[in-house]
């Protein structure tokens, strides 16, 4: 397959300010890996130095680069370059393929009054619970299990080795990945004096459309009620969501965050790696929270923030970097008190 | 079923304090989520004002309530309402059930000199390894993989996606959840100036009775001997136990806590989330460390700790707070400097 | 078995320097749980205490010991006394066993054109997919999916629910530990105005020899091109590491540490747990990073650095302490301006 530059910046609604429009374009590549032929582009300007180099031939960037480039660059301008990739990616073909045989596979043990619409693929090994739905075209790697009463909705991927408990419910086109648990008990005991009694965790847990969760992630089953992500929401890898809490629509959160129980997350909300949230807080509706953070009270909608305990972002760095001075503090105030002592001894 | 409430308050010995006791009770709700019919409860004293516009029937509570109330609520008071919570949930029948039908299921792969203890459940497509031997009633759900020479207890529940290496000896009424890893490898590795030679890892996991373990959390057996957890301790979900750790009993470990190899915990031992407890070090009895600490020493029987490095609770707390002010202590200092120059130039 | 310690010095280039030379040992084993017959050793001098009420027969030791010891403990002095300790647990046969039956389990699924070399070891319930190779005496446990197109040296062991996703490469002498997750999509999308668009995941993972990953780990594929993880290096469990990731040789990296998108890590490299490690950042070698550091910046060769922000660990200690010391600080500095304001009400 090769097409035009000119052929592409149409696909894309891009233009191409600058190289040869009639250039063949064959596959697409990151910038640092790209060869002749290919197309790359770069999320913004500061990329740009990765540019004097390379050896693609087309660019998807987004303004005009300030920077000197190879003489047979192709530049096409688009409004978002990192989105324009990928719909090329779709048009060269070039997507992530589940690589697993359709049909139910008759090793999987179905459990009776199990409904599996059209096209469902279900892999070997694979245990489906009684009562279960699973909706048309989605797709059951091998080794997950599937409890008891789940609804599982349309398109979905769970890739192998995930456990599913009962009650679940999943709505369509999520990607659930390898070694994911959803619907452990949460982690409710209360010492009567001698030892721990297990409160029954009797919720369920209710995941929207299009959500994506990482390896090995766990989100636990409420205790009443139910555990909620919303629609939209993207989840990275080794990320423990406990019991009641409610995650709104589109979030992200990064790998290795741990949020406590009945935590309320809004719409829109970002939070980096390796963050910890506090139980029964809410946070606001599009909060970015920095990697690292320890949120350990409510924020309001809209605000940045991080360091632990989290405040707002900018005061957080002044912080940060004040704190790494304090060894120098502590000598200039030992300095300043000897100042100050023969101030005394000279004016009293 | 419907329930008087005078007779919920004597399974409980509770004493109805207010409202009719003939009242019909017909479930168990949340507070947030609860309907004409049903039975709550309250923790403590700061959840009350939940109470005000609940739709409940009847309320569990510790202490006579201050706050006007619903009318027709009944309020039951006994000594630990979240208890009495529980046991009322029993006698509701509303308990968790392990969903699995009983038996050992034909695809299971029992290797040789197998014991499985009458009423034992055995799942489709569990691996169970030479010599292990399975006390009554445990269940183990699919895809569960149980290694050679390993001692399970009864009563146990394993749900899905676990892994239990050889050697592992595990008591009676524990609840392994979804993914866990007992019994890997320990991170032992000697650096002989080219690269890391493995140090074997020939000891095992010994785990009590009535032990809860999270998802995907990991327990390393040891180097030799054993890494070892107590009666009653109930451990979250992504928690790191590394080898020779020494756990004891009716401890809480919250997620994503990581414990270093050859630790010792004490008995009755609170671990907030997200903490690091270094390796080689003693915790006392009764300890209490606060979510997101970094314990470096050991720590003595009955503190509170927390902060990195953890210290006295209290102590901490004053640490992060002042800690959040030096920007101004800086300026502080910057003016004082000031006029610690001009009272130089003054009186010399 | 029994052996004369003579012997054994002899096997690790040992010199007795105290006890009996005829001293028999008949096993190996811990210091605190040695018992007469035992051999043991000491990593270093500060071990040395532990060896005054031992029960083992011999220690292996670097230098001559400086406290009392037991009348008949034989002394064996060798240059590194781990690295013998290894060497002889080998010579006594008490070497870690895989523990699982040779051969091609029957309800193995193996797809069309998988080649498996000889004395391969596939497990009940294994999932290999197609045009994947693995290569001489691997040892897949049970539970276990590789996914197709993967090219899997020899002398490897899968232990069990591992997921190996499509495409990955693998050297030889890997162990990789349960519930292991390899080539799961990275986590990247963009953020449209609307909704996260996922960004296909495409590329791979490429490890290389001998490197140890342990339980639930996961290594995200590239989005192009290439994760990779160099050759000897070890890795503990829990540790995340981002889509694109570079790892060099021989590194260590401990428990519950995050690396972030597109790092690169040199070679020698030893990470404390609870790490994390900016994206798109660079650590050079044998560079060592204390535990619960948060490495927001690249690191020269060589450096040893700690803390958040991580900085060299000589600074980083003077300031954890410093920190510790903000309230005092506080408290002086509020005097100091008491004293000021006393001078200059007298001095002006």
């Given amino acids: 397959m090769q097409i035009k530059a000119i052929q592409i910046a149409q696909w894309v609604d891009g233009k191409i300010i600058r190289g040869e429009e009639n250039t063949l374009i064959r596959s697409v590549n990151s910038i640092e890996n790209a060869k002749e032929g290919d197309l790359v582009f770069i999320r913004d300007k500061k990329y740009e130095p990765f540019l004097s180099n390379t050896n693609a031939s087309a660019v998807l960037i987004a303004e005009e680069p300030t920077l000197p480039l190879p003489e047979t660059l192709v530049c096409i301008i688009v409004k978002n370059p990192e989105i324009a990739f990928i719909q090329i990616l779709q048009k060269f073909g070039i997507e992530q393929q589940p690589f697993l045989p359709g049909g139910i596979h008759p090793t999987a043990i179905i459990a009776e009054n199990v409904q599996l619409g059209e096209g469902v693929t279900i892999g070997p090994y694979v245990f489906i619970g009684k009562n279960t739905r699973i909706d048309k075209n989605t ?26 408990r009962e009650n679940t419910i999943i709505g369509s086109h999520c990607i659930i990945h390898a070694g994911v648990c959803i619907g452990t008990d949460g982690f409710g005991f209360v010492f009567d004096g001698n030892e721990w009694i297990k409160v029954p965790q009797i919720g369920r847990v209710v995941i ?3 959500v994506e969760i990482g390896s090995n992630t766990c989100i636990d089953r409420a205790t009443f009620g139910e555990t909620r992500i919303g629609t939209g929401t993207k989840i990275d890898n080794l990320v423990q969501i406990g019991h009641n809490v409610k995650i709104g629509e589109n979030c992200a959160i990064a790998a290795t965050t741990g949020i406590a129980g009945s935590a309320v997350i809004g719409n829109g909300v970002r939070i980096g790696a390796g963050s910890g949230i506090n139980g029964h807080i809410t946070i606001g509706n599009n909060v970015t929270i920095g990697a690292w953070s320890g949120v350990t009270k409510s924020v309001e909608d809209g605000s940045i923030v991080s360091g632990f305990p989290a405040v707002d972002h900018s005061r957080a760095k002044r912080i940060l970097v004040a704190q790494q001075y304090v060894p120098e503090l502590m000598k200039k105030v030992k300095d300043l008190e000897a100042r100050i002592q023969k101030l005394e001894n000279n004016c009293v």
Same sequence: chains 1, 2, 3.
């Fill in 208 to 210: 929207g459309d299009n």
């Fill in 139 to 164: 797709i059951v790697f091998p080794n997950v299990y599937i409890g008891d009463n789940c609804q599982i909705g349309e398109n979905n991927c769970f890739f192998p080795n995930v456990t599913i």
